[in-house]
């Protein structure tokens, strides 16, 4: 097996392994405090510190993998995770400001693990194989939320079977097992630049990436404005959803979620070249039709769980090709050698739209339901639009930066 190939297909599945805890997590957290009487403020609250986190992480941790190499932040971000589930099984220690500490340091590990993931493809692909960088990328990202989707599942079914306590350890040994295999079959310089980069490089001077990471701020916003806290507690509350119910659909959402993504070169038929910025902003346009329909269709109609269920399940498509490109894009625009500084700066808006997303979530779905949460969406969607309006759409603005790639380097 190529050796370039044997990496990337250890990156993925370490990947995999801790998207798997990462969706559990969310799903026992979400689930268990609601049962426990949380409004549904108090339970975007939990994740306050999960999403703020992730910001200062992909800063900080683009910088330390460049120096460092990404191997060294995978291994970081996984163990992390361990500790994170660790911390939430003795349930007396419960209380709102623990479980937020708990939820930070696994922000911290989810956002070192996916910006090493993620900048590691971009070294593993020769720097003429644009298509291929493409296909890798989205199937990485789209296999990624697949699992995500699976994590929801496989929390809610922990809960019900195993219980709260039970079903954090038996994720934990998991992931730490995965995690001992990934270091022993891992090359230890993966992603390191050749030069020591200072922290001030870990800002973007390069305009696309700049236009693209606030983009991406406003596209993440978007979806977790109404997803995060306001969906699943609105199938408990109002439509009468059993926690199975809620984890089971969730989970299949993703799960869709995620094939599209891996599927976008196909789906958009451009298996054979790399897409250009005007399919970011083509599809960004048509992404905000949805909330905006949904919206509407709710001030309209009387049945909230057909409009509900269908317009999640448009929105997941057109979101997912969105993100696929989103993935590409930064993986275009950024330098070989400065991979990681780059992606964990576009990352770190990805993580700032998360993180404003998550409390709008919870604030306009107890102040203005449903509803409210799709129109903020829409108006997040709307800014994201505008904003990719300044990429670049000329295909020179996509060749790779940099001369050389990981399979031409002597190892």
């Not at 050796?3 to 979400?30: K, P």
């Not at 509407?296 to 993100?323: C, H, K, M, T, Y």
Request: glycine content about 8%; some cysteine.
């Amino acid at each position: 097996m190529n050796i370039d190939l044997r990496n990337y297909l250890t990156v993925t599945g370490g990947y995999w392994a801790f998207t798997l805890t990462d969706g559990a997590i969310r799903m026992l957290v979400v689930l268990y405090f609601h049962q426990l009487g949380y409004s549904p403020f108090q339970v975007a609250m939990l994740f306050l510190f999960y999403e703020f986190f992730g910001i200062v992480t992909n800063l900080v941790g683009g910088w330390l993998a460049a120096r460092l190499g990404l191997n060294l932040t995978l291994y970081l971000g996984m163990l992390m995770q361990v500790i994170a589930l660790a911390m939430l099984i003795p349930t007396q220690w419960l209380s709102v400001p623990y479980v937020m500490l708990a939820q930070a340091l696994s922000g911290i590990a989810k956002d070192l693990n996916k910006m090493s993931a993620k900048a590691s493809v971009k070294t593993l692909v020769p720097n003429d194989a644009k298509a291929r960088l493409f296909k890798w990328v989205a199937l990485l990202t789209g296999s990624k939320n697949a699992l995500k989707g699976a994590g929801f599942f496989l929390g809610a079914v922990l809960l019900q079977t195993l219980g709260f306590q039970l079903a954090l350890a038996v994720l934990a040994l998991i992931l730490l097992a995965v995690t001992v295999l990934t270091f022993l079959l891992l090359p230890s310089n993966l992603g390191k630049a050749k030069d020591k980069p200072k922290f001030t490089q870990v800002f973007s001077n390069n305009a696309a990436i700049n236009w693209l990471s606030a983009a991406r701020f406003f596209l993440f916003g978007a979806r977790d404005v109404w997803f995060v806290v306001a969906v699943p507690v609105f199938m408990v509350g109002v439509l009468g959803w059993t926690v199975m119910q809620v984890g089971s659909f969730m989970a299949a959402w993703v799960i869709g979620y995620g094939l599209v993504q891996a599927s976008t070169p196909v789906l958009l038929n451009i298996q054979q070249k790399a897409p250009s910025a005007r399919y970011a902003q083509v599809w960004a346009f048509i992404l905000l039709l949805i909330p905006v329909g949904m919206a509407l269709a709710l001030q309209q109609a009387p049945d909230a769980e057909i409009i509900l269920v269908v317009g999640l399940l448009v929105f997941g498509v057109v979101f997912a090709i969105n993100s696929a490109l989103h993935s590409y894009l930064i993986l275009a625009y950024a330098d070989y050698d400065k991979v990681a500084l780059k992606v964990g700066f576009y990352y770190m808006a990805n993580a700032g739209g998360r993180l404003v997303g998550t409390l709008l979530s919870g604030w306009s779905y107890q102040h203005y339901g449903l509803e409210g949460c799709l129109w903020l969406s829409a108006g997040f969607v709307l800014a994201a639009f505008l904003l990719s309006l300044h990429l670049p759409t000329d295909r020179l603005a996509h060749q790779y930066r940099g001369k050389t790639s990981s399979s031409q380097r002597k190892r």
